[in-house]
């Protein structure tokens, strides 16, 4: 989420509220305070924003709200409001650790410049510290499957569940989900996470080389990405090795296996042994709101391994991604932040380039979309949510390739 709250601490009511809605209009979130004592008790390490401060005030002045800022949070960005004759203080502030200052009166304009890039400041600020909670907590799927969608939030958790659970695991996904991936993730998760993790195609696996595998898994854990597309006597060999047990299977597939299961290609006793825990990675088109979430992770990641400065992230890259459908996910995503990183191509879609028809559609899916995640995947109560007839829903459902079962717990 973006950091948009600023406390303005001001003795002067008629700068409080001119400062304040100046914020308000560039849509930030201003909280008013008209001294110190009333501004101390929202200072300290969770606030979630920035502070801009007159110096002088009566009583305890900017300079007192400045250090008692930087005695509860160090990185807590103070803006202070100077007026005329004061530059020299204000000068003097900044060297004791005020993030800027500015002049009264200054224009609006100048003033949300300031103000957003201090913002800027504290979202990174605020979202290095949660990554590196997450990191000593030591709960890999924290730290690795990126994205603040309820849709994100419950892979996680189904991530979770599957390490714990210790028994054989089917991943499945659309191509390109990042299948591998979350099959990893289990294993880092489970208490196998020390012993080895092997990943293969299961597309020409012959019995030898699946034997000698599960030797080198011992302890640890086999992925078979594409596991029905293993050969009948290499599924009859598999079956063999799970009953003599010594390591943990994963399989990983971007096709219907139940279909393939029926359809005889699939040995029924492998398909369901794998049934029992399944994790399902969602498209990104279900969940359009991790996308900016993950393009600014591969974007620092492709910079890191190209040895270059992460180029800016605007506004405008975002929308334009997320005007998207992405049907290669995580894939095509990645790609699309490495082609950003080396300045190969503008990833984004300028919204004039989409026409009334497509702009409409998207606003019906992502209409769709949210009445399926608050009926937790019920579709009749999405359907009367939205006031549409049951067959229509459907319809539509049909028309943007949205399945109830995706939105349930």
Sequence with gaps: MPVTRVLLVDDDAAVREA??????????????????????????????????????????????LLDYARSQD??????????????????????LGAFDFLEKPCSPADFTAVVARALKNRALVLENRRLKRELETGDPAARLIFGVSPLAE?????VRVAAGAGTEALVTGPPGSGISKVAEVIHLSS???KGP???????????????ALWRRCAGGTLFLDGIGALSQDTQLALIDLLEQGGAVLIGGSSQDLAAVAESGQMSSDLYYRLEVCQVRIPALADRPEDIPVLFRHYVAQA??????????????????????????????????????????????????????????????RSLLIEALRKAE?????????????????????????????????
Excluded: C
């Design 377 to 409: 995947g019920q579709a009749r109560l999405a359907a009367e949510a939205l006031k549409l007839p049951r067959k229509t829903f459907y319809d539509k459902l049909a028309k943007y390739g949205l399945k109830p079962e995706t939105y349930r717990g």
């Design 197 to 211: 993790f092997e990943k293969r195609a299961a597309a020409g696996l012959d019995r030898g080389e699946l034997q």
């Design 154 to 158: 419950r892979l996680r958790t189904r």
């Design 74 to 95: 160090p990185d807590l960005p103070v803006i202070l409001l100077t007026g005329e004759g004061d530059i020299p203080m204000a000068v003097r502030a900044v060297s």
């Design 191 to 193: 208490p196998r996470a």
């Design 303 to 364: 910079a890191e391994q190209a040895g270059l400065m992460p180029p800016d992230v605007t506004e405008e890259v975002i929308s334009g991604l997320m005007a998207q459908d992405w049907p290669g996910n995580a894939r095509a995503l990645m790609s699309a932040a490495m082609r950003f990183v080396l300045g190969l191509g503008d990833v984004s879609v300028p919204e004039n380039s989409l026409g009334l028809t497509e702009r409409l559609a998207q606003v019906e």
């Design 19 to 64: 400062l304040g809605q100046t914020l308000e209009l560039a849509d930030f979130d201003a909280l008013t305070a008209g001294s110190f004592v009333e501004a101390k008790d929202h200072i300290g390490p969770a606030f979630d924003g920035i502070i801009v401060s007159d110096i002088r005030m009566p009583g305890r002045d900017g300079f007192h």
